[in-house]
Every structure is written in structure tokens, then in C-alpha cells.
């Protein structure tokens, strides 16, 4: 049995280049508006400031993690194993954010 075939249950789909090129452009967008943002004075001293940059950050580790990691394309079982403790360190920010009054209600 060859190395090159695969099972037909184990095969999956591949990105291709063009999606890691629109990926690519997604993250350095994304990056862009954060450091923009920062250059605002108003903005900055703004209370949605600190939620709005670790929404943009988690959209990008998001986009980083499914697709040049394969999360989006690996078995159920990984990615749960992945997506919960991420809940749990995500649910520890924001609680964190909240007791040092960085946001509010």
C-alpha cells in the first residue's frame, strides 16, 4: 500500500493558494485598521477602545488557527479540544478586563 493514497474517510479538502492569498489580505486589513485605531485620540480614550482591538485580535487568531493551522479542516474531536479551553482563556480575559474596570456595562 502506497504512502500517497489515502482512505477515502481520511481525505479532506485543501486550501489553495489563492484562499491563503485572501487570508493574507483578510489579516494584514485587520491589522491595518488596529493600528489606525490607535492613532486616534478619540478613539483611544474611548471605553470600547481595549474591546474593540481584542475583538480584532481574536478575529485574527481565528483566521490564523483555521486556516493556516488546518483547524478547519481537522476532525471534530481536535477542534473541540482546542475551542474549549480557548472559551475558557477568552471568558478569564474579559472577567480580568472587567475587575480592573478597563470595560463596563
Known sequence: MSHDSEPAEHAHAHPTGATYLKVA?????????EVWAYYIPAL????????????MSAA??????????HL????????????GPLIVATGTIFALLFLFA????
Open 44 to 55: 483611544v480614550s474611548s471605553p470600547l477602545f481595549n474591546p474593540s482591538l481584542l475583538i
Open 25 to 33: 489580505a483578510i489579516l494584514t486589513l485587520i491589522t491595518v485598521i
Open 60 to 69: 485574527k487568531f481565528a483566521i490564523v488557527v483555521l486556516f493556516y493551522m
Open 72 to 83: 478547519k479542516y481537522d476532525h471534530k474531536l481536535f477542534k473541540a479540544l482546542f475551542t
Open 102 to 105: 478597563k470595560i463596563s456595562l
